[in-house]
């Protein structure tokens, strides 16, 4: 290519490129006073990780470590523990004894929701995850943990024998 060739490519885009700025120059800027305003999310968002409770105030997670096996960053660490008749945190045999999740190595990909076989882990849309330090990052499972529905007591709790066989409660029935 000429140099006569160049300047000619180079003259015919400025003209493009002072109109690009002069169809921007005169528009209003959209300017968000964030936290007073917030812009609405996608309805597709995933926000922040929460650990669900059954309604009688056992906790979903079973250990099965299944979400930190999915997950492509590593960040989520799951500790297994048994379970026994006077400590009881969920159906079956073992509880998540550690949950942590670093949101400092999360994508938010929502592989470890879909991997959950009981559907403890859920990506919510409500917060996003925000923090001073990279301790204050890792979310272990107290922070996740939501609290149990109203009337119905926290963890751990004693249960007699045989109750819980399974480690999934089925589904309720369907009635038509």
Not at 101 to 130: H, K, Q, S
């Amino acid at each position: 290519m000429s140099i006569t060739d160049k300047v000619v490519a180079v003259v015919t885009k400025i003209p493009v490129g002072f109109a690009t700025v002069l169809k921007t120059l005169f528009r209003k800027p959209v300017t968000v006073q964030y936290p007073e305003q917030t812009k609405p999310m996608s309805a597709r968002f995933r926000g922040r990780h929460h650990l669900k409770r059954y309604d009688d105030g056992l906790e979903k997670c079973i250990g099965c470590a299944l979400c930190a096996a999915a997950c492509p960053a590593d960040a989520i660490y799951v500790e297994a523990a048994e379970n026994t008749n006077e400590e009881r945190y969920s159906p079956g045999e073992r509880y998540a004894k550690t949950y942590e999740i670093n949101m400092l190595r999360c994508i938010f990909c929502g592989y470890c929701e879909d991997a959950c076989p009981t559907n403890a882990i859920v990506l919510e849309p409500i917060e996003f995850p925000t923090g001073y330090t990279r301790d204050g990052m890792i979310y272990v499972k107290d922070m996740l943990l939501e609290p149990p529905p109203a009337g119905a007591p926290a963890t751990p709790q004693q249960t007699p024998a045989g109750k819980y066989d399974r480690a999934i409660l089925p589904f309720p029935p369907i009635t038509d």
